[in-house]
């Protein structure tokens, strides 16, 4: 089992940054990748990021490639999402999530941490 907890999110204006945080305990040695997700009031989960534990490689969603970015302190069994250039339309409940093999997909979840940008 692989637990998540996010921390890190909040209220910002427009135009600000923020940085989230996901700590993973338990049987980490057992992930290949770990993501992060959003959804907004609504609307269906929407799929951010992910980057694959070991090697570090990341992918983005268009919507917030160049302004997210995505990374791990494997140390720490840590991974962050920084987020620049925030805009309203990114107010929603953010997630991370972990998933141990591509073919097994996001099997373990966070809480969520809420982000709410203000215009």
């Known amino acids: 089992q692989v637990q998540l907890v996010e921390s890190g999110g909040g209220l910002v204006q427009a135009g600000g940054s923020l940085r989230l945080s996901c700590a993973a305990s338990?049987?980490?040695?057992?992930?290949?990748?770990m993501g992060w997700f959003r959804q907004a009031p609504g609307k269906e989960r929407e799929f951010l990021s992910r980057i694959t534990w070991s090697g570090g490689s990341t992918w983005y969603a268009d919507s917030v490639k160049g302004r997210f970015t995505a990374s791990r302190d494997n140390a720490k069994n840590t991974q962050y999402l920084q987020m620049n250039s925030l805009k309203p339309e990114d107010t929603a409940v953010y997630y991370c999530a972990a998933a141990r093999s591509p073919a097994r997909g996001y099997e373990y979840w966070g809480q969520g941490t809420q982000v709410t940008v203000s215009s």
């Open positions: 338990g049987l980490t040695s057992s992930i290949y990748t």
